[in-house]
Structure formats: C-alpha cells, structure tokens
C-alpha cells in the first residue's frame, strides 16, 4: 500500500515518492509540475535568444574575422564625456566604472575600482 498526498500545485493525488522539493515554487510538487515548470522555463529561454542576422551574400571567414575585431576594438573603445573645460566624465573600458577625470591635472591616474590605467585623454 503505498501513501498518497495531494500536490499543492496542482491537486493532484500522487504517491508520497514521487515528490520533489522545488526551488522555485519554494514547496514540495510532485514530478509533473516540476516537469512542467521546467519546460516552460526552458521554452522561454530559446524563445528569448537573440538570433543572428542573416548575412549578405558573398560573407566569408575574412569578413567574420574583420567583425570580431570591429567588437573587440570597440569593447575597448574609451568612453568619455565633457563636464566642463577641465573635467570629463571617464567610462573605464575594462571594468565599466564611471568615474571624473581632471585633463588639466592628469589625475586620476589609474581606475578607482579595478586599478587599470587611464588610457590618454585629449580635447
């Protein structure tokens, strides 16, 4: 004779054996809805994904190498913005830190927050 509980999720009569306890739901269900809520998840996961454009004919290896550097260049690309005649808003490339960098004193010199080098900065 085996012992049956009603799934909180769903209501359903299952035997004590097939429950699973679930992060999500913070509760014990039963294997269905653990099921279920995985699929689910995983459906909007694929359906969330950003797909790639369809490329142009004639794009080759060396057309995808040329893109790959373009992002790379421009990951490290220096982001800065004037405040006024002596400061400038500087966006460190490595570490996204946002931080006031002073032209006229050269200071600072290095990121607050990870301590790389503040690349040259001329107006």
């Known amino acids: 004779m085996t012992i049956k509980a009603k799934c909180r999720k769903c209501g359903k009569e299952v035997p004590v054996d097939d ?16 099921k279920e809520r995985y699929k689910r998840e995983f459906a909007f996961a694929n359906n969330n994904i950003k797909k790639d454009k369809p490329k142009p004919a004639g794009w080759d290896q060396e057309d995808e190498y040329l893109e790959r550097a373009y992002r790379a260049k421009k990951a490290n690309a220096v982001s800065v913005t004037k ?41």
Not at 19 to 34: G, P
Not at 89 to 103: E, H, T
């Open 83 to 123: 405040i006024d005649d002596e400061r400038v808003k500087y966006i460190c490339p490595k570490c996204k830190f946002s931080l006031v960098y002073n032209i006229a004193t050269k200071r600072p010199s290095r990121c607050s927050f990870c301590n790389s080098e503040i690349a040259k900065i001329s107006f």
């Open 19 to 34: 429950f699973v306890l679930d992060n999500a739901y913070k509760m014990m269900v039963c294997k269905n809805c653990s």
